[in-house]
């Protein structure tokens, strides 16, 4: 296992991703944050406090559960976990940022983008990651990265975090299969 960022480097990440952000919305009140369950919503939370102490906007925050909207659902579980969504706010005609812990394929997110039109037609959608590893199947790429990695197929990259793992501090880690 090989560390790839602590607490303190991911903090520093938040901030910087919430300043891109903040920069690149000229209208931070039609703006949402929508986390891709189950890390994306703590990571969405974290840029979002951000966001608010650097230009006071509470930005409108919701939750997306994409697994019944997964090509893959087969592969992923015998009996998938269902959390359901929460968006309550409504999406029509509204910035939306999806935000994920790590970009790999690109199927989640386009999970994801399918999942979000059935609550409406956003403005816009652009996508934020803490880790982007690379190996795309689909042509999806993020607006707002953390950190570009290079990786193997045989590594899997872990975004640790206390609300969902069993860590004192969150950190970023890649392990071999």
């Not at 890390?39 to 409108?60: C, N």
């Not at 590893?133 to 899997?156: C, D, H, S, Y």
């Amino acid at each position: 296992m090989y560390v790839l960022l602590n607490s303190k480097q991911m903090d520093r990440i938040y901030r910087r991703l919430a300043l891109q952000i903040w920069e690149d919305y000229e209208d931070l009140e039609n703006l949402a944050i929508i986390g891709i369950k189950t890390r994306g919503v703590f990571l969405a939370r974290r840029i979002a406090k951000y966001i608010k102490e650097y230009a006071g906007v509470d930005l409108k925050m919701g939750e997306l559960d994409i697994t019944f909207y997964r090509d893959d659902l087969s592969l992923v579980a015998e009996v998938p976990q269902v959390k359901g969504s929460d968006i309550p706010f409504s999406v029509e005609g509204r910035d939306i940022l999806l935000v994920d812990d790590v970009l790999y394929t690109g199927r989640t997110v386009r999970a994801a983008m399918e999942h979000i039109f059935e609550f409406g037609r956003p403005r816009s959608i652009k996508l934020c990651v803490l880790i982007d590893r690379g190996w795309r199947e689909l042509p999806i790429f993020a607006n707002f990265v953390g950190k570009t990695i290079t990786t193997t197929e045989k590594q899997v990259v872990k975004v640790r975090l206390p609300e969902t793992d069993p860590v004192e501090e969150e950190d970023v880690v890649i392990v071999e299969k």
